[in-house]
């Protein structure tokens, strides 16, 4: 009895150790199996959108330039690149100071002319005398005392003062007013020495600094308005079933994975003449105006329907038409049928109409480091809740 119940005990200590052993190499076998992220197929409602790049771009700028040339003085100059401007405000100025003097000039001309005209015509006091002569002259022709010759002689006289009286009348009108339309001339150059922002804007490049001389028309900063236009670009494909109004969703590479919401607010009937991509704008709803910065690039979808979908897959789950799905611990390669694409999912459809699905809800479907696994591998799995729904919205 005593052998018999050593011999079962070895036994079952050698039992105890294979089992051991065995966990231990199944342990080991997991252990270096490959971890893959994965994340549930869904149901629920797709979004059937199409995809765009987008830039933000300036609605327009302008080059600030002076009419005039002169020297920039230091008074009230105020471009600076980044500067926030306000229509109106003033931002450069031309040294004046000769123009002040012609200014003075011109105004001491014009009150001397204007006196002139208010101490009387000479020619008037000689019209005067003509003319008592001529009543004279006709009195005594009439009489018979003068002969008609005198008398035709003396009306020439008053006629021929009348007229210089007129001209002598109009050469002074004239000059004042030319002497005023040239104070308006210098008083208008003037104001011209003040530059100053021709609409809301921030300023993007300084040309020229205090110190130095400009001519005519140059440029010395340029300006851009404060609103920003985000422009997407849509292929040709998808461009003729959007329509404005429709809602968008737009994400920015500064920014990360943040959505922002907007719709579109103009499509325009041209290409661009690069890419041949077709150009719409978005208006952002949910975004501060400084953090659309000029130049910054991404990504875009834009609604154009939405309806049930029975299989939806993360996008960033497909490579071409495939995806990978892990069932039991095994990676399956599958080639899938895409529905509607947006952002952030993909709807999944049958091979063939009505029949039946490649994937179901709650199938998971690995999401990163696609290229790390192949058809067939064994992994172990992190499962993460879906996005493909809830960023979309």
């Known amino acids: ?77 105020s471009l600076d690149p980044g500067k926030a401007l306000k229509k109106g405000d003033v931002l450069a100025r031309l040294d004046g100071g000769d123009l002040a003097l012609e200014i003075e000039q011109v105004q001491h001309d014009l009150e001397a002319a204007k006196a002139r005209v208010a101490v009387g015509s000479s020619i008037a006091l000689e019209l005067e005398g003509a ?25 020439r006289t008053v006629t021929q003062t009348e007229q210089r009286l007129e001209l002598e009348k109009v050469t002074n009108r004239q000059n004042i007013e030319t002497l005023e339309t040239l104070l308006k001339q210098k008083k208008r150059q003037l104001q011209k020495m003040t530059i100053v922002a021709p609409f809301n804007g921030i300023v993007s490049l300084v040309y020229a600094h205090p110190g130095q001389q400009i001519g005519n028309n140059t440029a010395i900063a340029t300006l851009i308005t404060q609103h920003k236009i985000v422009e997407a670009q849509i292929s040709e494909e998808d461009f003729a079933n959007v329509r404005v109004g429709e809602h968008a969703m737009v994400s920015f ?62 996008r960033r789950a497909l490579f071409g038409d495939s995806l990978y799905v892990v069932r039991n611990g095994v990676v399956t390669l599958l080639k899938v049928k895409k529905g509607a694409v947006w952002l952030t999912g993909v709807e999944v459809l049958p091979r063939d109409a009505g029949g039946p699905s490649l994937l179901a809800p709650g199938d998971l479907v690995i999401v990163e480091e696609l290229e790390k696994f192949r058809d067939g591998d064994h992994v172990e799995t992190i499962v993460q809740p879906s996005d493909a729904i809830e960023k979309s919205r």
């Open 1 to 77: 009895m005593s052998v018999k119940k050593g011999t079962s005990l070895l036994g079952l200590k050698i039992l105890v150790a294979l089992a051991i052993l065995v966990g231990g190499i199944v342990f080991t076998l997991r252990a270096l199996r490959p971890v893959a992220r994965v994340e549930p197929v869904v149901s629920g409602e797709a979004v059937d959108a199409k995809p765009a790049s987008v830039t933000v771009q300036v609605e327009y700028s302008m080059d600030l330039q002076s009419e005039v040339g002169g020297r920039l003085i230091d008074d009230d100059f």
């Open 253 to 314: 590479l500064p920014y990360g994975d943040y959505f922002f919401n907007g719709s579109v607010s103009k499509i325009l009937p041209t290409a661009d003449p690069t890419t041949q991509r077709h150009l719409v704008h978005i208006e952002l709803a949910d975004i501060p105006p400084e953090k659309l910065v000029p130049g910054i690039t991404g990504d875009a979808t834009i609604t154009i329907d939405t309806h049930p979908a029975k299989a939806i897959v993360p």
């Open 131 to 155: 003319r008592s002569d001529l009543a004279t002259q006709e009195r005594l022709f009439k009489l018979g005392q003068i002969s008609a010759l005198d008398y035709k002689k003396a009306q």
